[in-house]
């Protein structure tokens, strides 16, 4: 396309297959990103969880008095724990947690005042955590800001939560993020100093850096994200083949209509492919090929049929214009013409002009029936028209054997124009007398029904209509009898005009015949 001597180019139009491709990889990437963020959420909870109760656990059975301890250390008080006669139940405990720390037989006892300040164990227990103690009344001591990480401090509404929760039996453990004075993230639990019933010793907070946990999240969400990258690679490289497997008909489809024309319309896609979308799509096909074909069938017939009529009008109309003309030039000799030739000669004339009107006027009726004429409908009795037309059928006859036949049809009625269904049976009747001999010839009009039909019949024993012929009868200009003289046969469009007029009134023409016994034409019209 050209505008303003440039040349623009249409954009690339993409096909089917790559739009599915494209479109196919796109939700699959779009699924894989919902599970990688899905997955990162949960396993995210999981850890943090999981490290809450293993800080929990860890705490659990810290002794009281090492608190007391290094809350004395932090204020810069000495403090000296009471001497024990007894072992003790906190005595067990510290023995558990010398235990754990793989102290050398020659340290201290426990339960010994000072012990639990020893800077390596002290280490051991609280290396890279925060600790700190929560008074009841608000106040808090970071126990663990030399050997670990400063211990964040939470607002007074999380802190009243976490005590609220934390306080109760059979419980989870619960966790907050907080950002500690050098904005390291930190995972805090709250439990309490003395476990559950321990009054007014004081809350512990626990801490724990993130950095760990988010470098394992990303760890794995990088795993995650790899393993995608080859899923979509794997799917992109599998996907093709069945893809294009997949639209295989419907490529053979656009093959077969790139190759079908006008000529090929016969032509059918097979309906049974293995795909309901594509089956009904080559069904849709099928159908619209048959409708086309019909309607190059029908538009070729009716081509044909055009053709036909002109040449058969004009052909019927050339006719009297001859013998018009040949009359003429005999006139124009003048002189040499009798009076009875002249006077001959104006009948032939005549008799030719009229013949050319009727002709034309039928010509003009068969245009007015094609465009389906809207008659003004009104109910009458078939018994009573054919008693209206009996005088005028019995002059038509001559000296043929007219009877009636019209018993039980005085209480039927029909719908339609009565003059325009008197000048079907008109034509039938003058045609039963065309094929009738004068003298011996027997016509039959009687009423018959059938259903919810009345039946005009128009019957004869004249020769009778050979089965190839029965279906030519009503076309327009056919004449079955080729040899017989235009002028007592006629131009061959009664009986097309008498069809249409039935077809108008929501009926038809039956025909019936048997060669050498004769014809039985029916009228036959919807009973109101």
Known sequence: MKTDGQT????????????LLARSLFVLAVLLLLIGGFQYFLMRNFLYQNQAETLEAQFRSLPPFLIEEWRSEQSDLPRT?????????????????SENANVDEGAAEPGAAGDGNNPERREFLLGGLSLAAVDPNGEIDDLNAQYGVPAPRLSEQDYSLLREKVLQPARKVNYVLASDADGTEQLVVLRPAGGFGSGGMPMLQIGIPTGPLTAILWRQLAIFAGLSMLALAGGFALYRPVLRRSLSPLARMVETVK??????????????????????????????LERLEEAFAAEKESQERMRRFIADASHELRTPLTSIRGFLEVLLRGSRISEEQLRAALRSMHGESERMTKLVEDLLMLVKLDRRPEWQRVPFSPEKLLRELESHLRMLAGQRHIRLDTQQAETVSVSGDPDKLKQVVLNLFANAVQHTDPQQGEILLAIRFRGQQALIEVRDNGPGIAPDMQRKVFERFYRGDESRSRRSGGAGLGLAISLAIA?????????????????TFRLVLPII
């Open 8 to 19: 623009t180019k249409k954009p690339a139009q993409k096909t089917l297959y790559a739009q």
């Open 81 to 97: 724990l009471p001497q024990r006669s007894a072992p003790s139940e906190l005595e067990d405990e510290e023995s558990a947690f």
């Open 259 to 288: 190759v079908m024309d006008a000529g090929r319309l016969s032509e059918r896609f097979p309906a049974e492919q293995g795909q309901a979308e594509i089956d009904r799509l080559a069904l849709s096909f099928n159908g619209m």
């Open 503 to 519: 077809e108008a009134h929501e009926g038809t023409l039956e025909l019936d015949s048997v060669p050498g016994e004769g014809s």
